[in-house]
């Protein structure tokens, strides 16, 4: 009902024509002086010239290959080996020593992150990271890759394996009380079985 009590009447159907044709020109509009320009780069009013839009239709897409930061290989890679993540604690006697390495196809990632307990003096834990050949023919000689050779109670990074072996830690407790290196690894690697190469001393890792 209006204020007057009289019933609402209906837009007129010329009315709504209006409108609706309205509505088509103002699409028509968009669709040739801004649409059709911009992704096509048709343009029969010249308004997407005048306004640069028909320079939006001109820019081809740039295909940028993906390198790795170091220059070699692809940036993405995938892997036969599954994920996993391992937490090992490593024991050391006074004076002790062992090699601790995990297996690896080449261009597999290994990331790492260790920390050892026990120590007064971060200059009496001497470790060698390195990675060689294995399984390999009776005979062959081992190629020997080396990462870092220091001392100290902690380290964390990555490695990408340049060949099929076994890649890991010589660990060499320098003090005068036992000590353990608390090794955490993520990445596609497999644990080398206690007792063979690269874990000759028996570690095991949980689970």
Known sequence: MTAEGQTAQPPRAGRLIGFTLLA?????????CAF????YGFDPTGFGRLTGLTRIAAAEPQTVAAVAPAGEGAAARSYTTGFRTDSIDIPLPPDGELEYKVRMQPGATLIYSWDVT????????????????????????AKIAEYAQKTGV?????????????????????????IVVH?????????????????????????
Not at 24 to 32: C, D, P, S, W
Not at 36 to 39: G, K, R, S
Request: charged content about 15%; overall charge negative; aromatic content about 16%.
């Open 154 to 178: 902690k380290a964390s990074g990555s490695l990408i394996a340049p060949f099929q072996g076994v890649h890991g830690w010589y660990l060499q407790n320098q003090g005068g009380t036992p």
């Open 24 to 32: 088509a020109t103002l699409a028509a509009a968009i669709m040739f």
């Open 183 to 207: 090794l955490k690894l993520s990445g596609f690697y497999e644990l080398v079985p206690p007792g063979e190469y690269g874990n000759l001393e028996g570690i095991k890792a949980p689970g």
């Open 118 to 141: 026990g120590f007064e003096n971060p200059e009496w834990f001497y470790y060698d990271f390195h990675g060689e050949t294995w399984p390999r023919p009776e005979g062959e000689k």
């Open 36 to 39: 059709l320009p911009a992704e």
